[in-house]
């Protein structure tokens, strides 16, 4: 049977003769090099100051949370529709997580919840970017800095989105992005903070290595109790090829979502896609299906559909207040989060995906919602 993945990176010869590279060379005095160029060159294809390589974008995040002297008794609003990976760290740092609802549209956090969840304990609203879709940026900032917080971008889904001419992890306190084998770019696994913020950087920076101080000459001397996330120099090989490929990979992904939400929309009415706002780009890293509102159809029935014709799929993110780890919020407080985690899916999306394998992937998933609506 054909068996079509949902996601898997694109390696070439780039990569192969940088990590190549890395094994050979990069030891001893050079055992950086690869990091500090792929911070280098991050931070400049983004348009930042400063970008920190960690081991995951999960590291990263609980490396700026406690930059920012977020701990217990703080706040940080969030979505509830969101893997658990942007919630941890928050947690990790003793701070407590609120989340609230999205708008339907873009599937991020919805200004007028945040905007009701502020209490005097908040200090920071982190804002997910879905799948590539960008939250609304200029109206969280606006509501950050009314109130005096940290505006934080989990862009760890949005390398290659654009908000108004300004790269996604641009706009923001810091932001993070994850390099896990199934993004736009891989390091295997990884992540990157990036900031303006210098004094922000160097906080990182020292908690990234066991909270030992830059400069200090004293060895094996912590200044403080920290961590290691850190990226290994092949890693960073492995990235500096990628993102030298970064538009190329952006652009193909863009190329496969377009075909889909043509076709698609064209066969079954009242479904939509991933938007893209005028002015914005989306790097669509999980192109995502949903079904109307008023369907009869069963999303479940459909991803049991394409599993048995060898196709993989991916259910939407549940809603964070529906596990185990948040027992105890109110879930009734985001409805929006819970429709459509119950009729949203993500579809085949990799550099290498052949138009016949994509075309067998639209016909499958149209053949299974006409079929599932037929037996309603």
Same mark, same amino acid.
């Given at each position: ?223 403080? *109790? ?22 190329? *990979? ?127």
């Amino acid at each position: 049977m054909k068996r079509i993945h949902y996601t898997k990176p694109s390696v070439g010869e780039l990569e192969l003769d940088y990590v190549t590279d890395a094994v050979r060379n990069g030891w001893g005095e050079c055992c950086y090099d690869y990091i500090h160029r792929l911070q280098k060159d991050f931070a400049g294809y983004l348009g930042v100051d400063h970008a920190v390589a960690t081991s995951s974008c999960t590291g990263a995040l609980h490396l700026g949370l406690r930059a920012l002297g977020i701990g217990p008794g703080d706040e940080v609003i969030l979505a509830d529709i969101n893997w658990i990976a942007s919630a941890a760290p928050i947690l990790y740092v003793g701070a407590t997580p609120v989340v609230v609802d999205i708008l339907a549209d873009c599937w991020c956090l919805d200004p007028d919840a945040v905007r009701a969840a502020i209490t005097p304990r908040t200090r920071a609203i982190l804002a997910v970017h879905l799948y590539g879709n960008l939250a609304a940026l200029e109206a969280l900032q606006a509501i950050a800095d009314a109130h005096g917080l940290a505006l934080i971008e989990d862009a760890a889904e949005a390398l290659g989105s654009i908000y108004k001419g300004h790269m996604a992890g641009s706009l923001s306190t810091f932001s993070v992005f994850s390099f896990h084998g199934t993004k736009v770019m891989t390091t295997g696994e990884g992540g990157m903070l990036a900031t303006d913020d210098a004094e922000l950087a160097r906080r990182v920076e020292q908690l990234n290595n066991h909270g030992r101080a830059a400069g200090d000459m004293r060895q094996f001397w912590p200044s403080e *109790l920290g961590h290691k996330y850190k990226m290994s120099n092949l890693q960073a090989a492995l990235g500096c090829a990628q993102l030298e490929r970064i538009e190329e *990979l952006v652009q193909r992904k863009r190329e496969i979502f377009a075909r889909y939400q043509h076709q698609l929309t064209a066969a079954l009415p009242g479904v939509y896609m991933n938007p893209e706002p005028e002015g914005c780009r989306n790097s669509y890293w999980m192109p995502t299906l949903v079904l109307p509102s008023n369907s009869p159809v069963a999303m479940p029935a459909v991803l049991e559909r394409m599993r048995q014709a060898g196709i993989d799929a991916r259910i939407f993110f549940q809603p964070l207040s529906d596990t185990p780890v948040f027992a105890g919020l109110d879930n009734r407080k985001t409805p929006v989060a819970h429709d459509l985690a119950t009729r949203s899916f993500n579809l085949p999306s990799y550099h290498d995906l052949s138009v016949e394998d994509q075309q067998y992937v639209i016909a499958t998933v149209v053949a299974a919602v006409r079929a599932e609506g037929e037996n309603a």
